[in-house]
């Protein structure tokens, strides 16, 4: 059981370089989401996904794109990096049902943009 | 989204009880109380959730008062392993947008 896998753990992108951060999840959860964290600060959502085919904002969306063809997979996009986004990106899943259901996390992806 | 504050650190020695008392004044009557911990370089982890009255679990345990415009997550007998941050979170049922906010960095001494 593997949970939330995010790919690569490490990248270095020099500016206006685009990539795409890998997020795959192997519990059938509907929700996902995409956290961006920077130094002694706590998440902030960039994106969000309440099941394939559907995504939406979240509070700091500019410069990312994102979708969501398959229940497993949420990959986030950047278009063309900035300095600003170098940052540690988490991806978390949920099922989005019960009320006693939490996020579960990947482990994340250290970017920096040079 | 109910905003929450939290003490920004506290400081505790190895096996004491340390509680981490998080004030949400805007709570909503669907919203329930959750708490993460994040230690450094790695995803938060859920702990526990509770609606109301107390929660506990093999990790920790959860006392909401009537009003709920509070909550303290209570950790009994800290380890050094319990350093991390702890953050509180506020939302409906199935939110899918959780606000985390700075949290509360919880150091362990030993």
């Known amino acids: 059981n593997a949970g939330v896998t995010q790919t690569p753990k490490f990248q270095v992108l020099k500016t206006g370089q685009s990539m795409t951060l890998q997020c795959a999840q192997d519990?059938?959860?509907?929700?996902m989401s995409w956290y961006r964290q920077d130094p002694g600060m706590g998440l902030r959502l960039i994106h969000y996904?309440?099941?394939?085919?559907?995504?939406d904002q979240g509070e700091v969306p500019n410069g990312y794109n994102v979708s969501r063809s398959t229940t497993e997979d949420f990959p986030l996009r950047l278009l063309s990096a900035a300095p600003s986004q170098t940052s540690v990106y988490f991806c978390?899943?949920?099922?989005?049902?019960?009320?006693?259901?939490?996020?579960?996390f990947g482990s994340g992806t250290r970017l920096t943009v040079v | 989204l109910a905003k929450t504050t939290q003490p920004i650190s506290m400081d505790s020695y190895e096996g004491q009880e340390v509680n981490i008392t998080c004030s949400h004044n805007?709570?909503?009557?669907?919203?329930?109380i959750t708490w993460y911990q994040q230690f450094p370089s790695q995803g938060p982890r859920f702990i526990i959730q509770?609606?109301?009255t107390k929660v506990t679990n093999e990790v920790a345990s959860l006392f909401i008062p009537a009003d709920r415009k509070s909550s303290t997550l209570s950790l009994p007998r800290v380890s050094l392993s319990d350093t991390a941050v702890y953050y509180c979170?506020?939302?409906?049922?199935?939110?899918?947008?959780?606000?985390f906010g700075t949290g509360t960095r919880l150091t362990v001494i030993p």
């Open positions: 996904s309440v099941g394939a085919g559907i995504t």
């Open positions: 805007n709570i909503a009557t669907n919203d329930y």
């Open positions: 978390a899943s949920s099922s989005g049902q019960g009320e006693y259901d939490g996020y579960t």
């Open positions: 519990m059938n959860h509907e929700y």
């Open positions: 979170l506020v939302a409906g049922a199935g939110a899918n947008n959780l606000f």
């Open positions: 509770g609606y109301k």
